[in-house]
């Protein structure tokens, strides 16, 4: 199976349309929030990305929630908004977690969960799946500019405990690109540019841009 991992396109038409030409080699498109930028141009973000015809699953990022991208979403049947859900697409289940965990300092437009909400909305899951989450975990990918570590603490623990086959997020700029593991869970931190990756049923995986 081809993934294509993205995030943060933050309403970048070019990222829009090279991610759309990206997606024509890829089995399934992942994409882990941040389409729009400040709540505004979300519907032409995924309007471009319409075009994409394989499966795409999308969880909302801090800057749209996700009623606006389910409403966004609402006529493109190949496009599946998970938060706090889980879809099985192509022989694979998925497991979604939207918004910026923990609570941003960014203000009233940020769409944030504390990380006791978020725990609340996570789901008990028996079988594998691969979990997409807006917010890094606390100490994977999170790291700022300034050297914060910001991650979500909930998301660390949940992946510790569930052992996903691998976790794709988003939020964390100065990630972009770059992946990483937690107890050997690979995690991807994917950005606008959009990174394939390779995937087995017998686990074997391979990440290239």
Known sequence: ?????????HGDETACAALVEKACHADLVIGAGDYANFRKNLKNTLKILSAIEVPVVLVHGNHESSVE????????????VLHGNTVELNGYTFVGLGAGVP??????????????DALGLLPDIKKKFIFISH??????????????NIGSRTVLNYIRQSKPLFVVCGHIHE?????????????????????YMEY???GDMLIND
Request: glycine fraction near 8%; proline fraction near 5%; include cysteine.
């Open 175 to 195: 990630q972009w690109g770059k992946s990483d593991s937690i107890e050997g869970v690979s995690v991807i931190n994917a950005g606008p540019l959009g990174i």
């Open 69 to 80: 991208l389910k409403n966004a979403c609402s006529r493109y049947d190949n496009f599946f």
């Open 1 to 9: 199976m081809r993934f294509l991992l993205f995030s943060d396109l």
């Open 103 to 116: 609570i941003t300092p960014f203000g009233s437009w940020s769409v944030d969960l504390s990380e006791e």
């Open 200 to 202: 087995s049923n017998s």
């Open 135 to 148: 917010s890094p975990p606390y100490s994977c990918l999170d790291q700022m500019f300034d050297g914060r």
